[in-house]
């Protein structure tokens, strides 16, 4: 793995040592908890913050139908997107759900369209559009700073299949003690997927675009800040 460890003290002005040690203590701190509900299993905690993790495929919503640039699909064939933008919108503490803010609406399945899904909930973030070093080097900093960002991974980059055999948005919001990165992955519920292994670097064999979180959400818990 390359260390862009000067990357991303640039351009947070903290030096290598105390990023890492936000790093490491947003992961001592992140707790799932089972806890049913339509259409998740379990919220991730972090301090006072929780995520409710939804299913794209799971609850009553799952055959109803929205626009998904342009056509008509039902949430469980497409609403990855849209799912990962509620997944995170929990945590900033808004009542949302599939059912009331995804099922009729109309979204642009691109990286542009999850920002301005989420700017229309008040949270705002940009669009991180360069080389792999600069995509490792954004999440690796928000990540650090409790900011949870949306990945869009395609099985056209280099053949790899592991998220998706198409394309396929999945929002990710740490990383733990060892470096695997915590997702809400909406599109399945592959615990391989939930708590990714392979570190920011190993996201860059399918990930072609990223949206970032301007903010944390309040009462992200962070240790050596």
């Given at each position: 793995?390359?260390?862009?460890?000067?990357?991303?003290?640039?351009?947070?002005?903290?030096?290598?040592?105390?990023?890492?040690?936000?790093?490491?203590?947003?992961?001592?701190?992140?707790?799932?908890?089972?806890?049913?509900?339509?259409?998740?299993?379990?919220?991730?905690?972090?301090?006072?913050?929780?995520?409710?993790?939804?299913?794209?495929?799971?609850?009553?919503?799952?055959?109803?139908?929205?626009?998904?640039?342009?056509?008509?699909?039902?949430?469980?064939?497409?609403?990855?997107?849209?799912?990962?933008?509620?997944?995170?919108?929990?945590?900033?503490?808004?009542?949302?759900?599939?059912?009331?803010?995804?099922?009729?609406?109309?979204?642009?399945?691109?990286?542009?369209?999850?920002?301005?899904?989420?700017?229309?909930?008040?949270?705002?973030?940009?669009?991180?559009?360069?080389?792999?070093?600069?995509?490792?080097?954004?999440?690796?900093?928000?990540?650090?700073?409790?900011?949870?960002?949306?990945?869009?991974?395609?099985?056209?980059?280099t053949g790899?299949?592991?998220?998706?055999?198409?394309?396929?948005?999945?929002?990710?919001?740490?990383?733990?003690?060892?470096?695997?990165?915590?997702?809400?992955?909406?599109?399945?519920?592959?615990?391989?997927?939930?708590?990714?292994?392979?570190?920011?670097?190993?996201?860059?064999?399918?990930?072609?675009?990223?949206?970032?979180?301007?903010?944390?959400?309040?009462?992200?818990?962070?240790q050596g800040?």
């Amino acid at each position: 793995m390359p260390d862009l460890s000067s990357n991303v003290g640039a351009m947070t002005g903290r030096s290598q040592a105390e990023i890492e040690a936000v790093v490491s203590g947003m992961g001592q701190n992140f707790e799932r908890i089972s806890q049913a509900g339509d259409g998740y299993d379990y919220v991730v905690k972090c301090g006072q913050v929780q995520y409710t993790h939804y299913y794209q495929f799971k609850g009553s919503y799952a055959e109803k139908t929205f626009t998904w640039s342009g056509q008509t699909k039902t949430l469980h064939q497409a609403a990855c997107g849209p799912t990962s933008c509620i997944n995170i919108l929990t945590g900033y503490g808004l009542d949302v759900n599939p059912t009331d803010n995804i099922v009729g609406i109309s979204f642009d399945a691109t990286t542009p369209g999850c920002g301005k899904f989420m700017e229309s909930y008040g949270v705002t973030g940009k669009v991180v559009d360069g080389s792999d070093a600069e995509m490792v080097a954004a999440i690796k900093e928000a990540l650090s700073e409790g900011r949870p960002v949306i990945t869009l991974m395609s099985a056209d980059k280099t053949g790899d299949e592991f998220w998706t055999t198409g394309g396929h948005f999945v929002p990710m919001i740490g990383l733990d003690s060892s470096g695997n990165v915590i997702t809400l992955d909406s599109g399945s519920s592959n615990a391989a997927r939930h708590t990714y292994s392979g570190g920011i670097q190993g996201l860059m064999s399918m990930m072609t675009g990223l949206w970032v979180a301007d903010k944390a959400p309040d009462g992200m818990a962070r240790q050596g800040a």
